[in-house]
């Protein structure tokens, strides 16, 4: 009989196996921190906790629904960052984050309202020295001192045209009356506080009047928090920083909204260097930047984030068919992403004043998931035992593929802990111990296909490959259905839930892998040997008896 597919190479099949194990614990200490231990979720190791409070430009009390929306949202970029364990919730007219470990500014990353606007720039100056403001006819380029670093063009395709610039003479302006910050009037509530806040920063720096434009430029101070984070008008000019604090910039009014965005990623630009977002819009955005870009060739756009300046690029060539741009600025590659993510989910409806970071401390700590490691591992243990017991040589098989399946999943739990900020918490844990038992259940339908092949007639040598061939069905449609349940779980799952039906999801994968990689060859190894078929050794001496006394007993029949 020729060998079945699946059973002609067990060698092979088992170097396979071997060989994507070696890679991936080859990624575990070769790459990244190095560290062979994976992210632990808020309830074993603590996590950070910021409170969001809702900022509406009115004042008024946010809509639960608004408050609805932006949990939403958030709760996108958190899954859209990966599997991390972050909790947000709705507390009164507040939401409350929480993330794993020590990092407030991941909370605080989250919570960006994530406004964005484009914006031509009508003038420009440094931050420092502002009091000699140069002028600047609206829409030309500003004074070769006032121009960034970064003067890429605003699409990755654009080619390098030598820019134009127009050097002006410096005034100084003396508006009549110098804006100043609001007093503080301690019978305000924080709420009536915030909203005089805001407004007197948009009568400042949203006004139509030249003169309060230059006062407005020449006082602003980017190292103070800004009243207008994600609460300017789009329809007004606005000045305003850049984020990282070394111009100061007067706007136009929006030209492109944020909406328009249909998706955002980042990347790294091999050219230049450096981390970029990139940008890509609907339709009706597509149709406003190629117009904007005809309108600004070699003058300045801003990419206006929360009412910051995120990246002022001069547009080198227009206009830019095609609905692609990108941002580029300081950034890391962790930075990229982050914003990456946020554009990619939307803005959210309401702009926050996020609280300092508090600690969480575990709600069950190490000794909790050391008891749930070692009631796992006695559980396991008697699974074993039961299987050496009953299936004797089948039964050590077994042990042999969970211990490959077990060493699969931590190395992946490392991996993904770094790459996608996977954290495992105890939901995640019985996940992983319920897939597991579920790869020892796979394991049983194949050796019982075995023995329904022995009970037959067959030797186990013959039965092996055939009840294989019987079995993987079985197998797959079995898993199948599991991974069909935990995919739906998880897309339905809030919160740990959601962390246990992906690690379900993803030992049942491994379960696959595992039984057709190491279960099979190492069956189909042993049946082709002389002391592994042995009835003494691997247990299938009673059913070799019951084959033998129905075939006497279809002789005798056969007889009469």
């Known amino acids: 009989m020729p060998p079945s597919q699946g059973s002609a190479h067990p060698l092979r099949l088992l170097g396979v196996y071997a060989a994507l194990l070696a890679v991936v614990y080859a990624l575990v200490f070769f790459t990244g921190d190095k560290s062979p231990t994976p992210k632990l979720g808020i309830d074993l190791q603590g996590g950070t906790r910021v409170t969001l409070s809702a900022r509406t430009p009115d004042g008024s009390k946010p809509s639960q629904d608004s408050l609805k929306k932006a949990q939403d949202i958030i709760e996108n970029r958190v899954n859209g960052l990966g599997v ?110 915030a909203t005089k806040e805001i407004q007197a920063a948009k009568a400042v720096r949203q006004s139509t009047d030249p003169a309060v434009q230059q006062a407005a430029l020449a006082t602003l101070d980017c190292g103070k928090a800004d009243p207008l984070t994600g609460n300017d008008d789009p329809a007004l000019p606005l000045v305003t920083c850049s984020t990282d604090g070394t111009e100061v910039f007067l706007l136009d009014k929006s030209r492109i909204d944020g909406q328009e965005i249909k998706d955002a990623t980042s990347g790294l630009n091999q050219q230049q260097a450096r981390h970029e977002v ?97 009631a796992g591992a006695v559980g396991l243990a008697v699974v074993l035992l039961y299987c050496l017991v009953y299936y004797r040589m089948l039964g050590f098989v077994t042990g042999l593929s969970l211990v490959a399946s077990g060493l699969a999943v931590y190395g992946i739990m490392v991996l993904l802990g770094r790459w996608i900020g996977f954290t495992l918490d105890l939901a995640g844990i019985a996940g992983l111990i319920i897939g597991i038992g579920m790869t020892a259940d796979s394991f049983v339908v194949f050796f019982e296909r075995i023995k329904d092949e022995m009970r037959e007639g067959r030797s186990f040598r013959s039965a092996a490959p055939r009840g294989w061939q019987r079995a993987r069905r079985t197998i797959l449609s079995g898993n199948a259905v599991s991974f069909i349940a935990a995919a739906v779980l998880y897309v339905l799952a809030v919160g740990q839930v959601k962390g246990f039906a992906f690690t379900l999801g993803l030992t049942t994968i491994l379960d696959v892998v595992v039984v057709f990689l190491v279960t099979s060859p190492l069956v189909l190894l042993a049946s082709r040997t002389a002391f592994w078929s042995k009835p003494s050794v691997n247990g299938l001496g009673a059913i070799q008896q019951v084959a033998r006394e129905r075939k006497a007993a279809a002789a005798a029949l056969g007889k009469a």
Do not use: M
């Not at 990246?311 to 692609?324: I, K, L, T």
């Open 84 to 193: 991390g364990g972050s909790e947000v919730v709705i507390d009164g007219d507040n939401i409350v984050i929480t993330v794993p470990g020590d990092d407030g500014q991941q909370a605080r990353a989250l919570a960006t309202t994530a406004k964005l606007y484009i914006r031509p720039v009508l003038q420009a100056v440094p931050a420092t020295g502002r009091g000699a403001t140069p002028q600047t006819t609206p829409g030309t380029q500003p004074a070769p001192a006032a121009q960034p670093e970064a003067t890429q063009p605003a699409t990755p395709e654009s080619t390098q045209t030598p820019e134009t610039t127009q050097s002006v003479p410096q005034q100084r302006v003396f508006p009549a009356q110098q804006p100043t910050e609001p007093p503080t009037d301690p019978g305000l509530t924080p709420t009536e506080e």
């Open 278 to 374: 990139y940008l890509d819009f609907k339709s009706g955005g597509s149709d406003a930047w190629a117009a904007l870009t005809g309108e600004y060739v070699y003058k300045r756009v801003a990419f206006v984030l929360d009412s910051r300046v995120v990246s002022a690029p001069v547009v080198q060539q227009g206009p830019q068919q095609g609905g692609r741009t990108q941002i580029s600025g300081n950034f890391t590659a962790t930075s990229a992403k982050e914003l990456a993510n946020t554009l990619k989910y939307g803005s959210l409806p309401l702009s926050f004043q996020t609280s300092e970071a508090e600690t969480v401390s575990a709600t069950l700590g190490l000794s909790s998931l050391k008891a749930g490691l070692l």
